[in-house]
């Protein structure tokens, strides 16, 4: 939430499998959490994209279709036209002849970027990119064999990653398409009819419409479209400005860049770097920049475990972390989120020992609701009869703790909202109660964990 407290942990839902880009999305004209899980590979992923709605029940899959696409990458399951179709990512490893870039000693393999539009609903693939038959090889700058996830080129299990699509938008306006590919540090606007390109944006190199005028920019992320005209487009990016091995920029930083169609310049608008605070971030991959509503940045720092919101002069409104390497986090957003879980209230209650004089110990939480307010305590002698009232307190953070005199051999929890109507009850839950041989190295609020065993 806006003061950084866990409002839902999705690891009971999706369990070891990796989940990528958690946002809001429209489906069925209401709010829905979309994310893509899957397998985690090196540099990509193997899955699927995942609707949930505001109970986190999921109410619909998205798989890739078409001719031999393998699944669902993690780079991109962007829901657009109001739910009614997605763009997904996917890579695909395919023979090629890469005699040109020194391997000769049999066929070569490559790792193509391609991405789906799907029609939601029925699974229809509505429109399907490879890179391969549109950008040629030698425009990208990463080589095979040249970094930690650029694969060798010599095997299928080992393919050379040349391009690396990590994002994929689509115009409102004019119903085109905008992709950003890491490896060949380029954005590209496509025909939505035949897949050409339209226009190439890159910093360096042969293949690029435009003069960078102020600004340059390299193996970035998050290509979204802002806003266009007949000569203007105004686009996002995240710059990561390296990739571990090459690096055009001291820091990374979030873009927003106009494009004049009539001059073929390109000119940077505003360029957020992270607060001061954090020393100067370049962040080797991920990453993404959210321009908000009231005219503010959000921004994930992607391979650094960061994420910040700033107003639109830059000024740092927010800056978090959350862990220390290899923690990591693909994007960030911030949205509005109501939900209540079909889940009840989690309770543990522990008490020293079953005499009035020990006092009894609750601890509360409930996954993933967003209205719970304030928490109402409840105790008896049995599980049929939990009716006593043991007081109420505000909800604090994830986990509320309560502790009332007395030991209450059963408790239950009810949640309430702001107005103290009730949204959910606990089942009944028995009293943890130690036994003696351990009690005296317990607090009022439970016992340390086990070192050994007694002899």
């Known amino acids: 939430d806006r003061e950084q407290n866990l409002v839902w942990s999705g690891f009971g839902f999706a369990g070891p499998e990796t989940s990528h880009d958690v946002q809001v999305c429209t489906y069925n004209g209401e709010d829905h959490l979309c994310f893509m899980q899957g397998n985690q590979m090196k540099g990509y992923a193997r899955g699927h994209g995942l609707i949930l709605d505001k109970s986190y029940s999921i109410v619909k899959s998205i798989e890739v279709g078409g001719s031999g696409v393998p699944s669902v990458d993690m780079h991109e399951f962007n829901m657009i036209n109001d739910g009614a179709s997605a763009l997904v990512t996917a890579y695909m490893t ?89 490896s060949v540090s380029s954005l590209y606007n496509l025909n939505s009819t035949d897949g ?38 105004v686009l996002s990016l995240y710059d990561n400005a390296s990739n571990g091995f090459n690096t055009t920029s001291p ?26 605070e954090a020393g100067g971030i370049l962040s080797s991959s991920q990453g993404n920049t959210q321009l908000l509503a009231n005219g503010n940045f959000f921004n994930g720092w992607g391979s650094i475990d960061a994420l910040s919101e700033h107003a639109a002069d830059g000024t740092p409104l ?81 986990e509320t703790a309560f502790s009332v005199q007395g030991f209450s051999q059963y408790v239950a929890v009810e949640a309430l909202d702001a107005s103290g109507q009730v949204l959910s009850r606990s089942s009944p839950l028995k009293t943890f109660v130690p036994n003696q041989a351990y009690a005296s190295l317990c607090s009022d609020v439970g016992c340390p964990e086990a070192t050994s065993y007694s002899s």
């Open 94 to 182: 395919i023979p090629y002849d890469l005699a040109d870039f020194g391997i000769t000693t049999g066929v070569g393999y490559l790792q193509d970027g391609t991405f789906q539009e799907i029609e939601v609903d029925t699974g229809n693939v509505l429109f399907e990119w490879r890179a391969i038959d549109h950008v040629p090889l030698n425009a990208s700058y990463v080589l095979p064999n040249a970094s930690d996830t650029s694969g060798t080129g010599l095997s299928p299990s080992s393919p050379w990653d040349w391009f690396h699509i990590n994002s994929v938008d689509k115009s409102s306006y004019s119903d085109t398409y905008l992709i950003s590919a890491r």
């Open 196 to 233: 050409s390109i339209i226009w190439t944006l890159s910093a360096g190199g042969a293949y690029t419409d435009f003069d960078c005028t102020n600004f340059n920019f390299s193996y970035q992320h998050d290509a979204r479209f802002v806003s266009e005209n007949t000569t203007h487009t």
């Open 251 to 276: 820091e990374s930083s979030a873009m927003v860049v106009a494009l004049d169609h009539t001059t073929n310049k390109a000119t940077m608008l505003t360029r957020i770097t992270a607060p001061a």
């Open 318 to 398: 927010l800056y978090a972390t959350w862990g220390a390497y290899p923690v990591m986090n693909y994007r960030a957003w911030t949205f509005n989120w109501t939900s209540t879980p079909k889940t009840e209230p989690a309770v543990y209650s522990f008490a020293r020992n079953a005499t009035d004089a020990a006092s009894t110990a609750v601890f509360v939480s409930w996954n993933g609701a967003t209205e719970a307010a304030s928490w109402r305590f409840f105790g008896g002698d049995s599980a049929d009869a939990v009716t006593q009232a043991l007081g109420t307190k505000d909800k604090e953070g994830f």
